[in-house]
């Protein structure tokens, strides 16, 4: 955003009439006037808030902010300020802008807000369209199916005053109608009307630069792998190291630090990555990973620790003043110290995640002062295995460290499984009225087996 005037416009009075399309596997809510269409793009002015009065502001959030209206269009939520701040506190992280005030302190281009699109968002499909691609044809087509379009024009429409990204959210046979973040939803922001010629003047000083989401296209599911094309090793070595698809399943997002469609209205953690999953015995979870508290190992979240977790902020649930951040451990099981309740608990980086296998309580606590870990001691030298039935499919095994020991190998019934992953594993996939033996080797790094584990037993 460059500088912005006060504007007072009277938007033109249209007679609406709600139709819903399906395009691909996307519902699309259009609203259809006397001349023309319109799609129900979610408004939201950019932040700091629009209506700046002389001098220039020295934040640029109408691009990022078109962005987030448009994926909130697709994704299903409500946009808020927070959205933009957390876009823009991503946007620095990355390196791509500067902050100014804490918001983003340049000009933004297009091919920076397809990136957004992509890496930040995960859309498979963004499109940037420049000079002879662009054409009046373009945004009819994109908008009878159901994609809104991000184009590039002047504040307020004109042909003189600074470079500006508006929503086009709709067209009449006479007039666009776009979503405008440099002004407020009733002073010139939410559904403003311009005559086509008008459109097209601002355009072209712009060289009708626009970029499509398509929305129908869905967002990345590739294992590991994030939305522009790198990929996680911590998460490919979590997946491996729990089961793999017969207890996670397969992914059901890309890796993005903004949320997937199952938790959107979750703010984004900056040092935290993570791919949710489904099909596999764990049911619906995910794999985090904390880049910051816990560099080098992600880990799995699921059941009722999972639930809690993405339906109560996610890492920014507020611990003692602080978030509370990705895991940092494996769940482990652990004794209530008033009642004696079995607990499953997790560790994360600024408190626990704690479920009450009795009475079903979920809740995020600051310390472990109010409960006991099934720890297993251990001399260094002895190799020792605890496995629990931890679901009606799934086992937990977890060992004591042995001295010298780089790897913990583990077997089912005699076939190796995986390695231990912080002492521990999740097993899947697990049939009823059967008996599973497991048992664990400690290794070397040059391969030497230092120590063998007990036999553990668990019958389904």
């Known amino acids: 955003m460059l500088s912005l005037e006060l504007a ?14 399906l395009v691909g596997s996307l519902v699309v809510l259009f609203v259809t006037t006397a001349f023309g269409m319109e799609l129900s793009v979610p408004f939201i002015a950019q932040s700091p808030p629009g209506n700046w009065p002389p001098p220039e502001p020295s934040t640029h959030n109408c691009g990022p902010t078109s962005v987030l209206m448009t994926a909130a269009y697709y994704l299903g939520f409500t946009p808020a300020p927070q959205h933009i701040k957390d876009l823009d506190d991503w946007t ?53 199916d ?41 002073n010139g922001g939410k559904h403003e009307s311009y005559p086509i010629p008008q459109f097209l003047a601002s355009w072209a000083t712009q060289r009708y630069v626009a970029v499509v989401i398509d929305g129908s296209a869905g967002r990345s599911t590739v294992l590991g792998q994030k939305a522009n094309g790198s990929v996680a090793p911590e998460i490919l070595a979590a997946y491996s190291h729990n089961g793999a698809q017969q207890t996670l399943g397969t992914p059901i997002s890309s890796i993005v630090p903004y949320s997937d469609g199952c938790v959107n209205a979750w703010p984004p953690f900056n040092d935290c990555l993570f791919q949710t999953f489904a099909g596999g015995s764990l049911g619906n979870c995910a794999i985090m990973y904390d880049v910051q508290n816990s560099p080098g190992k992600a880990f799995v979240l699921h059941g009722q620790l999972w639930t809690y977790y993405k339906n109560h902020n996610g890492s920014n649930i507020i611990i003692a003043g602080s978030p509370i951040g990705g895991p940092i451990d494996q769940e482990k099981y652990a004794t209530d110290n008033y009642n004696d309740h079995q607990l499953a608990v997790q560790q994360m980086a600024n408190g626990w995640l704690v479920y009450d296998t009795v009475t079903g309580f979920c809740d995020a606590v600051s ?69 599973y033996t497991f048992q664990v080797k400690a290794v070397a790094i040059d391969g030497t087996v230092l120590a063998v584990s007990n036999a553990e037993k668990i019958t389904y």
Request: include cysteine; proline fraction near 2%; charge should be neutral.
């Open 367 to 435: 310390g472990n002062s109010g409960f006991r870990l099934a720890t297993i001691p251990g001399d260094g030298q002895t190799l020792t295995l605890l496995a629990y039935a931890q679901s009606s499919t799934s086992a937990y095994l977890t060992v004591n460290a042995i001295t010298g020991a780089s790897s913990y190998q583990t077997y089912q019934n005699g076939s190796y499984l995986g390695d231990l992953t912080g002492l521990a594993l999740t097993v899947g996939s697990l049939a009823a009225n059967t008996v």
């Open 92 to 144: 620095v992280f990355v390196g791509m802008f500067t902050s100014v005030n804490g918001y983003n302190g340049n000009n933004t281009n297009a091919d920076q807000l397809v990136r957004l699109a992509k890496e930040y968002y995960g859309f498979q499909s963004v499109t940037k369209y420049n000079d002879g691609n662009s054409s009046i044809d373009l945004l009819r087509q994109s908008l009878g």
């Open 146 to 186: 159901g994609n809104p379009v991000i184009v590039g024009v002047k504040i307020d429409m004109t042909t003189t005053k600074g470079g500006h990204f508006m929503v086009l959210i709709g067209m009449t046979d006479t007039n666009v109608i776009v979503h405008d973040p440099g002004h407020s939803e009733n």
């Open 8 to 21: 007072s416009k009277t938007q033109k009075g249209r007679c609406e009439m709600k139709r819903i399309f």
